[in-house]
């Protein structure tokens, strides 16, 4: 099975911009992983920010964004803020029908 | 509106049997397909399985032969049925919809004698 990674924790300043990345061990993360981007706050559960590599659902923050990046999905926050403190977790797909999440993110906005 | 609210969690003995719900609301379990995911506590998620609208179904290794997803057309629900239960099995239990786009609150298994 893949293994998916992402940097474990990173701290961001209100207002300023980040890139979470989510990396493949089988190699280049393309398009047809259909990467997608969860945003989770302590005590509830996930919620989708991004599929599909860079698109967005009506209810993601204009903030966000989502692309390949150097060989890997990347979400990049433009302008955080307080409330986008949280766990962030990417979803590769791969052939044989079994996605894998990566192991998270941990961002802070200090 | 969507709506998707699991049930069935507790606390069950290692190598006992549960049975996890999902009542889906706002599209047909039949026309797409879906996923359970889970969430060990303090850790991060992990993908369990998913059944597609034609029936196939497809585990994580670490529940393959133990765990069986399922689906009740007229009733709009989605199941999983939980057999061989193991400690690390503890976690929140989500289900999810085929596209992730919708979660539910989840259900806590508990697995411990």
């Known amino acids: 099975q893949a293994v998916v990674t992402q940097e474990p924790s990173l701290t961001v300043s209100p207002r300023g911009t980040v890139t979470l990345t989510c990396g493949s061990s089988?190699?280049?993360?393309?398009?047809?992983?259909?990467a997608y981007w969860f945003q989770q706050r302590p005590g509830q559960a996930p919620r989708t920010l991004i599929f599909?590599?860079?698109n967005k659902h009506s209810w993601t923050p204009a903030r966000f964004s989502g692309s390949l990046l150097g060989g890997k999905a990347a979400l990049t926050l433009s302008g955080a803020q307080p409330e986008d403190e949280a766990d962030y977790f990417c979803?590769?797909?791969?052939?044989?029908?079994?996605?894998?999440f990566g192991g998270g993110t941990k961002l802070t906005v200090l | 509106e969507v709506q998707l609210v699991e049930s069935g969690g507790g606390l069950v003995q290692p190598g006992g049997s549960l049975r996890l719900s999902c009542a889906v609301s706002?599209?047909?379990?039949?026309?797409?397909?879906m996923n359970w995911v889970r969430q060990a506590p303090g850790k991060g998620l992990e993908w369990v399985s998913l059944?597609?609208?034609?029936?196939?179904?497809y585990y994580a290794e670490s529940v393959k032969d133990r765990f069986t997803i399922s689906r009740h057309n007229y009733k709009n629900t989605l199941y999983l049925q939980m057999n061989s239960l193991r400690g690390e099995d503890t976690a929140v239990y989500y289900c999810?919809?085929?596209?992730?786009?919708?979660w539910g609150q989840g259900t806590l298994v508990t697995v411990s004698s």
């Open positions: 999810v919809s085929g596209d992730f786009a919708y």
């Open positions: 706002g599209f047909t379990v039949r026309s797409n397909y």
């Open positions: 059944i597609y609208a034609g029936g196939s179904t």
């Open positions: 089988t190699g280049t993360v393309t398009s047809g992983h259909n």
């Open positions: 599909d590599t860079s």
């Open positions: 979803l590769l797909s791969y052939s044989g029908g079994r996605p894998v």
